[in-house]
């Protein structure tokens, strides 16, 4: 299985901003909508945001879209998440993976997740 890199996280305070990013290798998965999820201790993996390959469509758990923007760079075969004003509830390991849109939801396409990047935020 191709393995996406997630990579950006880390200890940040409340209130401040990470910015994670999901790449692939060469031009694998371009032309794939891509999406963020992630997964707090003890609970299970939740949707954080997608967006289609081209870009041009965007989509957020409810929650987080005052917060959270999610973009892509195709020359880069690239995906970002920015975070911004955290807060210690959003303290999971973030996952990336391709997806497709499901009536209103984002899914993943697959059930291969590679290993995260987790994001720790202090009170």
């Known amino acids: 299985q191709v393995q996406l890199g997630e990579s950006g996280g880390g200890l940040v305070q409340a209130g401040g901003s990470l910015r994670l990013s999901c790449a692939a290798p060469g031009r694998t998965f371009s032309s794939y909508a891509r999406g963020w999820f992630r997964q707090a201790p003890g609970k299970e993996r939740e949707f954080v945001a997608a967006?289609?390959?081209?870009?041009?469509?965007?989509g957020y758990a409810d929650s987080l879209k005052d917060r959270f923007t999610i973009s892509r760079d195709n020359a880069k075969n690239t995906v970002y998440l920015q975070m911004n004003s955290l807060k210690p509830e959003d303290t999971a390991v973030y996952y990336c993976?391709?997806?497709?849109?499901?009536?209103?939801?984002?899914?993943?396409?697959?059930?291969?997740w590679g290993q995260g990047t987790q994001v720790t935020v202090s009170s």
């Open positions: 993976n391709i997806v497709q849109r499901d009536g209103s939801s984002w899914t993943p396409r697959r059930d291969y």
């Open positions: 967006i289609s390959w081209s870009g041009g469509n965007t």
